[in-house]
Nanobody, 115 residues
Framework: QVQLVESGGGLVQAGGSLRLSCAAS????????MGWYRQAPEKQGELVAV???????NYADSVKGRFTISRDSAKNTVDLQMNSLKPEHTAVYYC?????????WGQGTQVTVSS
C-alpha cells in the first residue's frame, strides 16, 4: 500500500507564494509520473502539473510561468512551487503518483488566496 502525505498549503495574499510538498512511502515500485491536481469549489477537478521520471513536465495553461513542479526520485517526493498566486488558484490541491505498482492520491491540502 502506498501513502502520500502532502504539506505546505495555507492562506496567502494575492501575489504571494506557497510551496507544496508530497512524500510517497510504502510499497512503491518505480514511480513513473508524479503530479498535482486541484479541486476548486463548484468546479471540476483539473490537472495542475505533472512530471515524469525522466523530468518532462506538463502544466495547465493557467499556471504556466507561475508554478514549477520538481521531484526527487531518490526520496519519492514531488514539490509544487507556486508564485504570483491569484484568488482563482484557491482550491484543494491533491498529489498523485502513477507507479508500476499502482496509482495513489494524497488526502489534499487547502490553498486559499485572498484578494
Amino acid at each position: 500500500q502506498v501513502q502520500l502525505v502532502e504539506s505546505g498549503g495555507g492562506l496567502v495574499q494575492a501575489g504571494g507564494s506557497l510551496r507544496l510538498s508530497c512524500a510517497a512511502s510504502g510499497s512503491i515500485v518505480s514511480i513513473n509520473v508524479m503530479g498535482w491536481y486541484r479541486q476548486a469549489p463548484e468546479k471540476q477537478g483539473e490537472l495542475v502539473a505533472v512530471i515524469t521520471r525522466g523530468g518532462s513536465t506538463n502544466y495547465a495553461d493557467s499556471v504556466k510561468g507561475r508554478f514549477t513542479i520538481s521531484r526527487d526520485s531518490a526520496k519519492n517526493t514531488v514539490d509544487l512551487q507556486m508564485n504570483s498566486l491569484k484568488p482563482e488558484h484557491t482550491a484543494v490541491y491533491y498529489c498523485r503518483i502513477i507507479a508500476t505498482s499502482g496509482a495513489a492520491w494524497g488526502q489534499g491540502t487547502q490553498v486559499t488566496v485572498s484578494s
